[in-house]
């Protein structure tokens, strides 16, 4: 024991900090890393919720129109009947269109109105970009569970990043211009790796401390129940109960023109109903700080109730910070920036990941040929299984059947579907001792999904292509061309790879 | 003489840690960790309970700002007691930590007290 803790002790802070780092980094990494993967897609989840409705050609930033709110107060009574909770989304730059949305499981129905004519929009039903953002928060575990893992392994990144700044800290700046791509193995890892983490690292920081900061009442649910219970949580909270006596629904015009008046145009952002009373909610659009301030209306008479601000200290703080982490204000260019950030924090953690291997596999032994294998495989399957699973969601989307009963159910599936073939195929591929041909075949078939996704785009949206505003769409498939131009280049070097292996 | 010590610590700059002497033998660290991974969520549940009270805000602003440093304090207790030449030093520093909390907790109301 002595001997041990003279060992222990005799290390230096680098090395325990390095320690540290390596096994943290890996056993969050994983599932860390689909967080990140998710969440940048969740930074155009409306956008990619409008790819995947290639139908959807109208819309309209005006004020809905009284038909428009009718049919929308007529389809939310439909759904309270049923003891559902609904809210209705107004139009907005981003979104064009009157939405009714109620929570469906993990995934979220919404049923498109048009703004000025109140026709309901005949859009196929698509899991669209939700599904990516409740991943990214959730891994499709429950609210309750998966919150609660996904919160324990954003404390596991702030360990990560804080291990990986003591260790990199002494070359900082030189490590920063230094990226030899052509090195040895494991130098051209690392120096992407630290480029990546240390460029990224505010951004990085930012994302995993608003991030567990947002959701930290299900970590310490004991100390939350009070706040809750002093009605200082967050808006709306507690208010939906059961519909089975909510009252009529009053005309929401002139409750939308009062809210309007309150928060200026284009202030409104959706409407929540409970039993007595109809709120409407500030846009989180509108400002950075996301205040979801409200203005509450009696459902008997229409009359305001009162209006919610929360503008102490400490609320103003939590409001940007749910603000920066949402990145709901944010203007296209600012959201490339996000996405882009994104996709490096995605790099930071997959060279990690890869560092962590390439280390084991010179110094395993066959007693640890099996744990070897399984995190090979797990981290193949990670790394290039998720980002393929997400590709085949878009190109089920566009392939399934629009008219398909369990759409929805079928495009969710086809993630978790794929994934686990792609894992299936990885830890083969490990347990064959040929896990650098499984990276090689996944990251060829990654770059077939995306390079070809826009043909498909083009090919299953020719009907609809004069009507509509191009921009969404070229976004999506420009960004995936990009991204599979990048995994090509990836997939030839990894070929040459192969092949000065063979040759050795 | 001179270029010689250059040379190393040129050579240590970009050594990765897995190449520092002493990588393979983590000895104690496994477990560290695991007395770390104990100690991390009482320490913020400790915080939450506990900062709220004393804050002149309303219980909600103060459990906020108790939440914002318990994310904080988690992995920096994990960081010190992992980090710490002997676990002794690592729960000194930690309690050290924790106790800031409370100090740092009013800089919170430099935002505008409510």
């Known amino acids: ?504 | 003489m001179k270029l010689q010590m250059h040379r190393s610590s040129k050579k240590d700059r970009n050594r990765m840690p897995s190449q520092e002497p002493g990588t393979s033998a983590p000895s104690l660290l496994p477990a560290r960790l695991l007395i770390a991974l104990l100690l991390a969520w009482p320490i913020g549940l400790a915080i939450t309970a506990a900062v709220p009270s004393l804050l002149p805000a309303s219980h909600a602003d103060g459990l906020f700002v108790a939440q914002v440093e318990a994310v904080l304090i988690m992995p920096l207790a994990i960081l010190f007691l992992c980090g710490s030449s002997t676990l002794s030093r690592g729960l000194l520093a930690t309690l050290a930590a924790f106790l800031a909390t409370f100090p740092l907790a009013f800089m919170f109301l430099a935002f505008g007290s409510p």
């Open chain 1, 1 to 504: 024991m002595n001997t041990a803790r003279a060992v222990t002790s005799g290390l230096s802070l680098r090395t325990r900090m390095g320690w540290l780092h390596a096994w943290v980094g890996f056993v969050c990494g994983l599932l860390l890393l689909c967080i990140f993967i998710t969440g940048t897609l969740a930074v155009f989840d409306t956008e990619i919720t409008r790819w995947m409705q290639p139908e959807f050609t109208g819309g309209s930033l005006a004020r809905p129109s009284d038909a428009a709110l009718a049919r929308a107060s007529a389809l939310v009574s439909e759904q309270e009947a049923q003891h559902h909770r609904v809210s209705v989304t107004l139009p907005s730059a981003r979104d064009p269109v009157l939405r009714v949305v109620q929570p469906e499981g993990m995934d979220v129905i919404t049923t498109a109105i048009d703004p000025v004519t109140g026709e309901v929009l005949n859009l196929r039903k698509t899991v669209g970009g939700t599904l990516f953002f409740r991943f990214h928060y959730t891994l499709r575990m429950g609210r309750m569970f998966g919150v609660v893992l996904v919160e324990a392994l954003g404390i596991g990144l702030l360990v990560t990043l804080g291990s990986g700044l003591v260790i990199h800290l002494r070359a900082l700046v030189p490590n920063l211009v230094m990226f030899r791509p052509n090195g040895a193995s494991p130098r051209a890892w690392m120096d992407a790796h630290v480029i990546a983490a240390v460029l990224f690292l505010p951004f990085t920081f930012m994302v995993a401390w608003t991030g567990v900061v947002i959701h930290a009442d299900r970590i310490f649910p004991f100390t939350a129940e009070t706040r809750q219970e002093g009605g200082g949580g967050p808006p709306g909270r507690g208010q939906h109960g059961h519909h089975r006596d909510a009252l009529p629904i009053p005309a929401l015009g002139p409750i939308l023109d009062d809210a309007t008046q309150l928060f200026g145009e284009g202030g409104t952002g959706f409407l929540q109903f409970s039993p007595r009373s109809v709120s409407v909610m500030r846009s989180d659009a509108s400002t950075l700080p996301q205040t979801r301030d409200r203005a509450e209306y009696d459902r008997r008479t229409g009359k305001r109730l009162k209006v919610t601000r929360q503008r102490s200290g400490p609320a103003q703080t939590r409001q940007v910070m749910t603000g920066l982490h949402m990145a709901h204000w944010a203007p296209t260019p600012m959201r490339w920036l996000y996405f882009l950030s994104g996709i490096a924090g995605s790099v930071m953690f997959g060279t990690g990941l890869v560092m962590f291997l390439l280390k084991r596999r010179r110094t395993a032994t066959s007693r640890h040929f099996l744990a070897l294998v399984l995190a090979e495989g797990l981290t193949l399957g990670t790394v290039i299984g998720l980002p393929v699973a997400c590709a085949a969601v878009l190109w089920a989307n566009r392939l399934v059947p629009a008219s398909l009963t369990d759409r929805m159910t079928t495009e969710s599936a086809c993630l978790f579907l794929v994934w686990g073939i792609c894992v299936v195929h990885a830890l083969a591929r490990a347990l064959q001792k040929h896990v650098l041909h499984g990276w090689r075949e996944q990251a060829a078939l990654l770059a077939v999904l995306l390079c070809l996704l826009p043909a498909l785009d083009i090919a299953t949206r020719w009907q609809w292509l004069g009507q509509q505003k191009q921009w969404d769409y070229l976004g999506v498939d420009a960004a995936t061309l990009m991204l599979g131009l990048m995994v090509l280049r990836g997939c030839v070097f990894l070929g040459r790879s192969i092949k000065r292996e063979a040759v050795k």
